[in-house]
Structures are given as C-alpha cells and as structure tokens.
C-alpha cells in the first residue's frame, strides 16, 4: 500500500520526465525550430511562437513545472516569440521555469546557467505613453538581449530589453538587469550593479 502511495504522490513528476519531452519536441517541430542533439525539456511548457524563428544547440536542458526542480515549485516555463522575433540558445545551456518574451532577439551562448523562474523580456509589453496604451501597442519600446557565454543568471531574475551580459559573469538571486553588465563579474541588486571582479 505504501509503495502505491508513493507512486501516486511521484506522478506528476513521472508525467513531466515522460511524457512532456516528446510533446515539446513536436511542438517546437511544428514551428520548424532547429533543435541540436540532445534537447531535453521535460515538463509543461507555454508556447507562443507567432512566426518567430528558435534555434538551440545541443544538450540543451529545460525543466518546467511540478516535480522537475524543487525552487521552481509548480511555475511553468514559458516562451512567447512574437512574428519575426529571434530566440538562439547556445550548447550546453540550462534553464529552469524560465519565462521569455522575444519581441527583437534574444542571443543566450554556451554554457549558461538561467537558475529557476528568470523572466527575460527584450520588449516594455506596453507603450510609455498613457494615450497610446489607452488604444493600441503602438510605440512600444524594444532592444535584442545578449547573455554571453559561461553567464550564471540567479534565481528570480529579470533581464530586461536591450541587456548585454558579459562572458563568465554572474548574476546574483532576484536582481533585475537594467543596464548591461561586463565580462568577468559578479553583479546584484535591483537595479543590478557590478558589486565584484572576478579577474
């Protein structure tokens, strides 16, 4: 009787490992992304490609959702390509319940680790202008998003439009990214700020 409770209890994350890796690989097929070897994203996932273009490297790994990363709780990815937007993902790359929302482009290298529930935007979803947001999107600002190699993004991040982040850099916990950041550092805060060298 225990081990069945047991089973029972583990279900949703024996789904998620399963049962989402091919459901994703279809989904992403359909939308004519370009995946490398070894793409794996077990759990639900959002998806909203609107004729936006995904290419990812190989080794790529992207969990979502319940059971698959314990910081992450039950948040679900999500990724939103608007007509025309770019969205390339390096090898070698991990996420964990990352949202994204790509407008321009966003540019992640090799070898980054995006910690659980980053949100990374590239666009202000709105225009500034109370007038123009009253009626339309019209205005709306936006500017391509580049994490570089080797990038270590914290948990509960934000990156917004028009950031670069430096080769090797590392981004501390819940800091929200305003401003580019250079290579080889360790920056924090809100807004984020260089706080240690590491070369």
């Given at each position: 009787?225990?081990?069945?409770?047991?089973?029972?209890?583990?279900?949703?994350?024996?789904?998620?490992?399963?049962?989402?890796?091919?459901?994703?690989?279809?989904?992403?097929?359909?939308?004519?992304?370009?995946?490398?070897?070894?793409?794996?994203?077990?759990?639900?996932?959002?998806?909203?490609?609107?004729g936006g273009k995904v290419l990812i490297g190989d080794n790529f790994y992207f969990s979502s959702g319940s059971g698959v990363n314990p910081i992450a709780s039950n948040l679900l990815g999500a990724i939103?390509?608007?007509?025309?937007?770019?969205?390339?993902?390096?090898?070698?790359?991990?996420?964990?319940?990352?949202?994204?929302?790509?407008?321009?482009?966003?540019?992640?290298?090799?070898?980054?680790?995006?910690?659980?529930?980053?949100?990374?935007?590239?666009?202000?979803?709105?225009?500034?202008?109370?007038?123009?947001?009253?009626?339309?999107?019209?205005?709306?600002?936006?500017?391509?998003?580049?994490?570089?190699?080797?990038?270590?993004?914290?948990?509960?991040?934000?990156?917004?439009?028009?950031?670069?982040?430096?080769?090797?850099?590392?981004?501390?916990?819940?800091?929200?990214?305003?401003?580019?950041?250079?290579?080889?550092?360790?920056?924090?805060?809100?807004?984020?700020?260089?706080?240690?060298?590491?070369?």
């Amino acid at each position: 009787m225990k081990s069945i409770i047991v089973k029972l209890i583990n279900l949703p994350s024996t789904l998620s490992i399963k049962f989402y890796p091919r459901i994703n690989r279809m989904i992403l097929k359909t939308h004519d992304a370009i995946l490398g070897k070894n793409v794996q994203i077990p759990g639900k996932v959002s998806w909203s490609i609107w004729g936006g273009k995904v290419l990812i490297g190989d080794n790529f790994y992207f969990s979502s959702g319940s059971g698959v990363n314990p910081i992450a709780s039950n948040l679900l990815g999500a990724i939103y390509l608007e007509k025309g937007a770019l969205l390339k993902i390096g090898n070698n790359v991990g996420m964990s319940s990352t949202r994204m929302w790509v407008h321009d482009s966003v540019t992640i290298g090799d070898n980054v680790k995006v910690g659980a529930c980053v949100l990374i935007t590239d666009t202000d979803a709105h225009p500034l202008d109370y007038l123009a947001r009253r009626t339309s999107n019209d205005g709306t600002k936006s500017a391509p998003i580049v994490i570089e190699d080797d990038v270590w993004v914290g948990a509960h991040s934000i990156i917004l439009k028009g950031v670069t982040i430096g080769a090797r850099s590392i981004i501390g916990a819940g800091s929200v990214v305003t401003k580019s950041i250079p290579a080889d550092c360790v920056a924090a805060g809100n807004p984020c700020r260089v706080i240690k060298n590491l070369k």
